[in-house]
Every structure is written in C-alpha cells, then in structure tokens.
C-alpha cells in the first residue's frame, strides 16, 4: 500500500496521561501536515513540515502540542497531559514539494480521552 | 485569512437525481480549490481540483466543479448519484505555493433516498 498510514487508529486515554501518534507519509513525499477534525467540523490545520523542518503551526497547537519528523520521512504528535477536549480525529496528510499542494490523507488516529 | 463556507450542512437526494453541493471561499488572490470526501471509517479522499485554466473541472467517481471567480465559488455537480455517494463532501482552500495547510468547510452530509 503506498497510501498515508497512520497508527494506532484509535486511542483511548484517561485525562492527564500523553498520547503519541505516528504518521508515515507516501514515500516520495516532502511535505507533511497535520490536522485536527472534531464532530460535525472539517478538518483545522495544526502544524506543516517540508522534509524535517517545521514551517508552520497553528494558533491550534497549544504547548502541549509537539510534532517531529526527525529524518523527514515519518511524523510524529505528540500530547501531553490530554484533556476531554482533545477528543478528536487527528489526520496527517502528506504532498509533493510543488506549488500545488495537493495532499493526499491517512485514515486518521480516532482519540478518546475520558 | 482565507475561510470557506459550505451553506447546506445536510442534502437529502433520491437516488438516480442530480446534485448540486455549494461551496462559497474567501482568499485574497485566485486559490488552489479542492473537493475531498469523506465515508465513515476512511480517509479524505480528493475528488477533484482547481489550479487554473479551464474553470469546469472533472474529477472521479462522475463529479464535476465550475470555479466562478466573480460568485467566489466553487460548486460540486454530479448529474445522477448513487447509493455509495453518501459520505460527507468538504470544500478546501489551500494557497499558491503550496507552503500552508488547507482550510476546510464544515461539510455537506450527504444523504441518498432510495
């Protein structure tokens, strides 16, 4: 399969613990986003790489938010100390350096936090 | 900022009729401007896009997209639906260079009557 995979596919967690989630782009790809979509809403960007530089992050993306992509192949974001309100669906997206950014999605990592 | 509004937030259409999705977007310049869909348990899956030229564009599954520059919009047509067309259909806005994330509409719920 040469899709965006993403793991686990669900997670559920008790308040205060951290969660970690892996997205693994398609190979040739460079660039790498992520997204958080609740119920009801289209998808909000967090956070974009080109290759192992974060370039941008969103207003979204509070301090216990961190993402990496330490040799610009897969990604990880990372949650520290969860809240109910993180609950989410959580997509990574990944696009070939061009100008057209047409990003292809994972499946996305479904978080549960009790 | 850019945004992107989808006014219909449920569509209901029988089966074998025509489809019309609104998509209304707001960018400061002429927008990279996608359709994704999405089914319950999968990933966003793109439908189609617009860079430039030809304003009427074909993408899969028989759906088609008119960009119309003075209307800021970028509707989603497809002549006779079927039973598998019901997901939920999100609008995108993305910037030309590629070097941001997307911004989504809320979505359209797609519901096909027998």
């Known amino acids: 399969d040469t899709g965006v995979s993403q793991d686990p596919r669900h997670k559920i967690t008790k308040r205060g613990q951290n969660v970690t989630f892996r997205c693994d782009p398609i190979?040739?790809?460079?660039?790498l986003y992520w997204y958080r979509q609740t119920l009801g809403q289209g998808p909000e960007f967090l956070t974009y790489?080109?290759?192992?530089?974060?370039?941008?992050k969103s207003r979204l993306l509070s301090d216990r938010f961190s993402a990496e992509r330490p040799k610009g192949s897969f990604s990880t974001l990372e949650i520290q100390r969860t809240e109910q309100g993180d609950s989410a669906m959580y997509l990574c997206?990944?696009?070939?350096?061009?100008?057209?950014?047409?990003?292809?999605f994972g499946p996305g990592t479904r978080l549960t936090v009790l | 900022a850019q945004s992107v509004t989808q006014p219909d937030i449920h569509i209901t259409v029988s089966e074998g009729a025509s489809l019309e999705l609104r998509c209304n977007y707001s960018?400061?310049?002429?927008?990279?401007l996608f359709w994704y869909v999405q089914s319950p348990g999968q990933g966003l899956q793109l439908l189609l896009k617009?860079?430039?030229?030809?304003?009427l564009v074909q993408g899969i599954k028989g759906f088609e997209a008119e960009f119309k520059r003075s209307q800021s919009s970028f509707n989603l047509r497809k002549p006779s639906v079927h039973w598998s067309d019901a997901a939920e259909y999100f609008c995108?806005?993305?910037?030309?260079?590629?070097?941001?994330?997307?911004?989504f509409g809320k979505g359209t719920h797609l519901i096909i009557q027998p």
């Open positions: 997206a990944s696009s070939l350096g061009t100008a057209y950014n047409e990003q292809f």
């Open positions: 190979s040739e790809h460079n660039r």
């Open positions: 790489f080109q290759n192992e530089a974060q370039l941008e």
């Open positions: 960018y400061g310049a002429t927008p990279y």
């Open positions: 617009y860079f430039s030229g030809d304003t």
């Open positions: 995108a806005v993305g910037a030309r260079g590629g070097a941001d994330g997307l911004t």
